[in-house]
C-alpha cells in the first residue's frame, strides 16, 4: 500500500523558515503532488503543488514568494520550503499524492488526490 512520510514540521517565530519533505513509499510510480494545511476550525485548503516531471507548479496566494514546492526528479521526495513565515501559517500541513496520467498538469482540488499523510503540525510564533 502507497504510503506519504511527512517530516520537518515544527515550532518557528514569525520571520523564520521551515522545510517539509514528504517521500512516497511503496510504489515505483511517480505521481502528481501538493501540499495542503488545515488551521482550527478552517477547512483544508492547499498551499502547492507540482507536476510529476516538476516542471509545473502551483501556489495558492496567500503564500506566493514566500513558499516554494520542488522536487528532484519524479521519484525522489517533494519538498515544500517555507519563508518569511507569519502566524497565520500556523497548521497541519498533509502531503498529498494524485495518480496522474499527465506529466505536466497541477492538481489544485483535494478529490484529485488519491493518497494523504498522516499531517505535520508547523506553529508560527509572533
Known amino acids: 500500500q502507497v504510503q506519504l512520510v511527512e517530516s520537518g514540521g515544527g515550532l518557528v517565530q514569525a520571520g523564520g523558515s521551515l522545510r517539509l519533505s514528504c517521500a512516497v513509499v511503496r510504489t515505483s510510480s511517480s505521481y502528481a503532488m501538493a501540499w495542503f494545511r488545515q488551521a482550527p476550525g478552517k477547512e483544508r485548503e492547499i498551499v502547492a503543488a507540482i507536476s510529476r516531471s516538476g516542471g509545473s507548479t502551483w501556489y495558492a496566494d496567500a503564500v506566493k514568494g514566500r513558499f516554494t514546492i520542488s522536487r528532484d526528479n519524479a521519484e525522489n521526495p517533494v519538498y515544500l520550503q517555507m519563508n518569511s513565515l507569519k502566524p497565520e501559517d500556523t497548521a497541519v500541513y498533509y502531503c498529498?499524492?494524485?495518480?496522474?496520467?499527465?506529466?505536466?498538469?497541477?492538481?489544485?482540488?483535494?478529490?484529485?488526490?488519491?493518497?494523504w499523510g498522516q499531517g505535520t503540525q508547523v506553529t508560527v510564533s509572533s
Open positions: 498529498a499524492a494524485g495518480r496522474s496520467p499527465l506529466w505536466s498538469i497541477v492538481y489544485s482540488k483535494p478529490t484529485e488526490y488519491d493518497y
